[in-house]
Nanobody, 113 residues
Framework: QVQFVESGGGLTQPGGSLRLSCWVS????????MAWYRQAPGKQHEFVAS???????RYDDDVKGRFTISRDDAKNTIYLQMDSLQPEDTGRYYC???????WGPGTQVTVSS
């Protein structure tokens, strides 16, 4: 069973930045595509960004140009750099493999003035 440990969330003002990290127990991580998802209260998980084993990336239109996904396979970790955060980015952020497996605990991101 794969384990995910997400971190880096917090409270920030609109226009602020946060960098999320996710350690993944699956090894070698380089074999797998990875993705970030988020879940707002009362809503389903929604796709945010993904990075393939060849390092190609894909983003939801709502975050394109503001968020950057990256990976460090030597550390079994993926990252999500989030800039120009807006209140609508508020939610719990989760990483997962592609295709998805069980969810980890996630990390809360709150954007509010």
């Amino acid at each position: 069973q794969v384990q995910f440990v997400e971190s880096g969330g917090g409270l920030t003002q609109p226009g602020g930045s946060l960098r999320l990290s996710c350690w993944v127990s699956k090894s070698p991580l380089s074999f797998y595509g990875m993705a970030w998802y988020r879940q707002a209260p009362g809503k389903q998980h929604e796709f945010v960004a993904s990075i393939a084993d060849d390092y190609s990336t894909r983003y939801d239109d709502d975050v394109k140009g503001r968020f950057t996904i990256s990976r460090d396979d030597a550390k079994n970790t993926i990252y999500l750099q989030m800039d120009s955060l807006q209140p609508e980015d508020t939610g719990r952020y989760y990483c997962n493999t592609v295709p998805k497996t069980d969810w980890g605990p996630g990390t809360q991101v709150t954007v509010s003035s």
